[in-house]
């Protein structure tokens, strides 16, 4: 639980001060982000990121007020404007800069919480294209599927992070793999139930930017 508290106290900062934060570079992990990176979080914090409105407590289930928690992460997903007035489906989302500077046990739980809220976009552009779980090459279509079936008949009740895990180097590039155990219950039902997941993060580019990527996961019923 203490390593938890640490890891939520750094998620509700919005950066890493600390050997989470950009590990890119081992020179860089006290850097702070520009002022044009926190102006982009300060123009999008509470709002949502666009799926509606927030709630006064962060879904991850850090007690928090979701603008000082999940929401950071989330309003690094920028919405395109339309090209046109009349354009049908609007074009898809884009990661800005800030996602970059945060690392998996942070994007777990604003997964989680992405999931609760079912803001869809968040949760498809989060994911690797190398995924071979969930992974739709059309962004309409898998934005279409989620939104028929996003954990909808359940209640998340909160996700807490068993293991952080570290960044490790291969020949193939670069993963870092979170545990976590998220519970949930059925809609009108009292008992808490969840599963525990192992999962893989890949360290790749999208939208212009480097970031972590959920690759795959390996789920234990709790």
Known sequence: MKQQQGLLKQH????????????????????????????ILKQNTGGGGGFGSPPPTCPCGSSLPYSSCCSLLHSTLSQSPPESPTSSPPP???????YSTFTPPL??????????????PYIIK??????TQHYIPSYDLWHSKL????????????CEILEEGERVRREEGEIWKVKFKASMRVKGEK???????ESTFVREEADG????????????AL
């Not at 934060?21 to 002022?35: G, I």
């Not at 898809?92 to 800030?98: N, R």
């Not at 994007?107 to 869809?120: G, P, Q, W």
């Open 12 to 39: 509700r900062q919005g950066y890493m001060q600390g050997p989470l934060y950009n590990t890119s570079l081992q020179a860089s992990s006290k850097k702070k982000l520009s002022q044009k990176q926190k102006n």
């Open 92 to 98: 898809p989302p884009t990661l800005t800069s800030p």
């Open 107 to 120: 994007i777990v739980l604003s997964r989680f919480s992405a999931y609760s809220l079912s803001n869809i």
């Open 126 to 131: 989060t994911t690797s294209p190398t995924n």
């Open 147 to 158: 939104s028929e079936d996003c954990f909808d008949g359940y209640e998340l009740v909160g």
């Open 191 to 197: 008992k808490v139930g969840g599963f525990v997941e």
């Open 209 to 220: 930017e480097m970031g972590w990527f959920y690759q795959h996961g390996e789920v234990e």
